[in-house]
């Protein structure tokens, strides 16, 4: 089997692969990452039948873990968005936060409602009521795309049930439930940051809002829109199962060992507590149609299916990683720089930067991370917590024009591409960066060793 500063070489051959592949050739990443995969096990040598397993294993194990929880998030955020209980959620901040505060108030709607929706989605369903907001406030369309943009994009980056932190959270094996609490508390100063940002910074490049209809029509044209409860009880209470779950699973036994323990347990199982989600949003379904129901739960599974794919990819190429002796040699030759939590940070950087996709960014960082957390001394359970969100941090660094979410954010918030860039590209690099260093300082309050 192949040893020494060769291994280094395979391993940023396949990295170089990933990005040229991904980004320039256009290539899928599922098929990318088990290339990848496959190049790496032939590379040491590994015995053929050895890289077979290592291929069905990583890729099984990883979507065994999460493939519920991407599946039915995604189907809550589908049916969030046809109800119009999206619409609802922004729509009662916006008069908790009053109009002349609109920035505060979209940024708010953003972090909440982005939770179960990918941040591409959600910025298509709130852009008509953000430039509506645009017009009403006369806040530049500079501002209001970055305050809607940013929080977005944050939870995208940190939280579950998104691809990437889900992802990596079933490569590294991370509690969910930590995940969401610690990422959460995380992600909330970069939001105030970029709020800061885009009033104060963005606001000096002016732009029109695009054309539409105004707030009074936007909301009118549900008719009736979904309670506020309502709306908000498929986020709450999964995240609140989930919370109980991971709770009730520490060794102090919080909740006894009895059958209420096992109850808690089995509700706060991130994928069971999110199909108790998928059923509390029905309610939100004024006139039931199974067609309309199977259409919906049709539309969130072809989404999901990509997003599945890849991710299983990454599990095989981070299991491939952790078979051969790359990931010892690795871990061997990083110990003596004591990087911490800034290795995955800035790997995560570097390949969001170079290929544009924060999920694959994740999901590749996470694969290379795995054989090395026990010699960088982070494979604790909270180890692996803050590690899977320094990832996140990482991949908010920079979204630019190899990003689709740029382009979204771009087109439908009228923005040229110079002024994307000064604004919205910008101040990527500052949430990314924000976030890293509030998850630094909560590693060392929290102690992750």
Not at 50 to 55: M, R, S, W
Not at 137 to 154: D, N, Q, R
Request: glycine fraction near 12%; aromatic fraction near 10%.
């Amino acid at each position: 089997m192949t040893e020494g500063p060769v291994l280094l070489i395979i391993l940023l051959v396949s990295v170089l692969f990933i990005v040229i592949m991904t980004s320039r050739l256009k290539v899928h990443p599922f098929l990318v990452l088990l290339l990848a995969a496959i190049g790496v096990g032939i590379s040491t040598r590994l015995p053929l039948q050895e890289i077979v397993f290592a291929l069905r294993g990583g890729f099984g194990n990883t979507l065994g873990g999460i493939g519920i929880v991407i599946i039915a998030g995604t189907i809550i955020g589908i049916i969030l968005e046809k109800t119009g209980a999206s619409l609802s959620m922004a729509n009662f901040i916006l008069r908790l936060v009053g109009k002349e505060r609109s920035p505060l108030a979209i940024s708010i709607a953003g972090y909440i409602v982005g939770i179960p929706i990918f941040c591409d989605s959600g910025f298509v369903v709130l852009s008509p009521l953000n430039n509506a907001l645009s017009r009403l406030s006369k806040h530049s369309m500079t501002v209001m795309a970055f305050a809607l943009a940013g929080p977005l994009y944050i939870i995208h980056c940190l939280i579950p049930p998104h691809p990437g932190p889900t992802a990596a959270a079933g490569v590294l094996g991370g509690d969910l439930g930590l995940i969401i609490f610690w990422g959460i508390i995380a992600g909330i100063p970069a939001v105030f940051v970029g709020l800061y940002w885009a009033l104060n910074f963005a606001s000096r490049y002016y732009a029109e809002p695009p054309a539409g209809e105004s707030f009074q029509e936007i909301v009118s044209r549900f008719r009736t829109l979904p309670s506020p409860g309502l709306s908000f009880a498929p986020i709450i209470i999964p995240i609140i199962l989930i919370g109980m779950g991971s709770f009730a699973r520490l060794d102090t036994n919080p909740f006894g060992t009895g059958n209420f323990r096992e109850i808690i347990v089995f509700a706060g199982d991130p994928g069971i507590a999110l199909l108790f989600g998928v059923f509390i949003s029905l309610v939100l379904v004024r006139k039931w149609n199974t067609d309309i129901l199977g259409e919906w739960t049709g539309e969130a599974i072809k989404s999901a299916g990509p997003i599945l794919a890849i991710t299983g990819a990454g599990g095989a190429f981070g299991y491939m990683l952790q078979v051969t002796p790359i990931g010892n040699y690795l871990g061997d030759t990083l110990l003596g720089w004591e990087v911490g939590l800034l290795l995955p940070f800035i790997l995560a950087a570097a390949l969001k930067t170079a290929q544009g996709s924060s999920t694959v960014s994740v999901i590749t960082t996470s694969s290379l991370m795995v054989p090395i957390l026990p010699q960088l001394g982070l494979d604790t359970p909270m180890g692996v917590v803050f590690v899977i969100l320094a990832m996140g941090a990482g991949s908010m660094v920079i979204s630019h024009a190899n990003d689709s979410y740029f382009w979204v954010v771009s087109k439908f918030s009228n923005l040229d591409v110079g002024t994307a860039y000064k604004t919205y590209s910008t101040g990527t690099f500052i949430l990314g960066t924000v976030t890293m260093i509030v998850i630094y300082i909560l590693s060392l309050i929290v102690g992750i060793s």
